[in-house]
């Protein structure tokens, strides 16, 4: 169905702040009744027992998280006691269930974490893992525009409807009239399938799940943002209260280190951070396979990495781009309010998320051993042809 007055609804215009905690009240029930699977664990006032990150996507069989796997594999969060939850499918679960507890750190794009800002949430961004836009819009090809104006009076296909929050201000950014623009919420994960079917004009798409879509015979081509926007992409959200707890502040930023460290070993080598995740999700091996999943892997390092010798290290906030972000926000009416950067996001922990050993971990990725047919893929051939879907 068209969800063009009901995302506005929820998204641009905002719940009230008594309205979004019965919403996160409905969330928790249905989380603490999944819990007894395990899914999600109760909240704790006390220091972490367990450190829990929640996924924006509502499952983790994906290659987007293989920093995490890659430092747990290789021991770079020590004793800590960490785990990761898939979340509910909702787009906006990864930051309703940190502002609530059920949760300690989330994973949302900055379109979301304006929802939160919107919301009340006290939420604040401590590591900016997408220091480059990884959004893009996918086309059937031979349909695409590198004007993306071309969109007014079009329909856009989305997996959640949350994700208007990401469409809106990428689309603004780009002179297009937002009110002109028509979306369907296809649902997850099927919204790539519906375009290839014939249904809308365009869907919303991201690097990495690119090359997965390829796997999926879903052959389009793409407007990207990585080559096209100056916006961030997603972060990693903390409660203020945590941050302002000296040992829970410290705890965070040892965790990060941890993620560093991950990002650190995956840029080193990609089919060793690939070949990991593949280890832990046998089934996603099974779908993508080793050439796949390298050129996915590498279409998000270059995403999470971004331009390191402008930045102080991975994870940290690029303040002008983010700006420009919620001032964007601020004039298609995504937000009501002002946002200063600097108060909601911070790279006070990034010096310390950084201060690890590079040439160690540079030795551990260079030595992991590589399967053979993940040693059979040509990796510099799939840097060459990274971006032949691009119009």
């Not at 600097?342 to 030795?363: C, P």
């Not at 399967?371 to 879907?389: F, G, N, W």
């Amino acid at each position: 169905m068209t969800r063009d007055d009901g995302v506005k609804k929820t998204v641009q215009a905002g719940m009230s702040r008594r309205y979004f905690l019965q919403v996160s009240a409905a969330g928790a029930v249905t989380a603490t009744a999944l819990g007894a699977s395990g899914f999600v664990r109760p909240a704790k006032a006390a220091a972490y027992d367990t450190f829990t990150w929640i996924s924006p996507r509502g499952t983790l069989e994906v290659l987007d998280d293989y920093a995490y796997w890659s430092a747990a594999k290789m021991g770079y969060f020590g004793d800590m006691k960490t785990e990761m939850q898939p979340g509910p499918s909702d787009g906006t679960a990864t930051v309703k269930f940190v502002d609530v507890g059920q949760a300690d750190m989330g994973f949302p794009s900055p379109g979301v974490y304006s929802f939160s800002i919107q919301n009340g949430m006290d939420l604040i961004s401590v590591f900016n893992e997408g220091a480059l836009d990884t959004f893009s819009f996918a086309f059937r090809k031979g349909e695409g525009t590198k004007d993306l104006k071309k969109l007014e009076g079009k329909t856009i296909l989305l997996g959640s409807a949350a994700w208007q929050s990401i469409t809106d201000p990428l689309l603004a950014s780009q002179g297009v009239d937002v009110s002109k623009v028509k979306y369907v919420e296809a649902g997850w994960p099927a919204w790539g399938t519906a375009l290839q079917s014939g249904q809308g004009d365009a869907a919303l798409s991201w690097e990495g799940l690119r090359a997965e879509w390829v796997a999926k015979g879903l052959n389009f081509e793409y407007w990207l943002g990585v080559q096209n926007s100056k916006f961030p992409a997603n972060t990693f959200v903390v409660r203020k209260s945590d941050m302002a707890d000296r040992d829970k502040k410290a705890y965070i930023e040892r965790y990060l280190r941890g993620w560093a460290m991950g990002l650190q070993f995956g840029y080193e080598n990609p089919r060793a951070s690939v070949e990991i995740v593949f280890d832990k999700f046998p089934t996603l091996a099974k779908n993508l396979g080793p050439e796949i999943g390298t050129t996915s892997i590498l279409q998000q390092i270059h995403v999470f990495r971004g331009d390191m010798a402008e930045r102080e290290g991975w994870g940290a906030h690029d303040m002008k781009s983010w700006q420009a972000f919620f001032d964007t926000l601020k004039d298609i009416g995504q937000i009501t309010k002002d946002v200063k950067a600097e108060d909601v996001l911070t790279n006070e922990l990034i010096a310390g998320a950084n201060d690890f050993d590079k040439d160690k971990v540079k030795s551990d990725a260079g030595s992991y051993e590589l399967s053979k047919d993940m040693q059979a893929v040509d990796i510099d051939k799939i840097r060459q042809h990274l971006y032949d879907q691009a119009i």
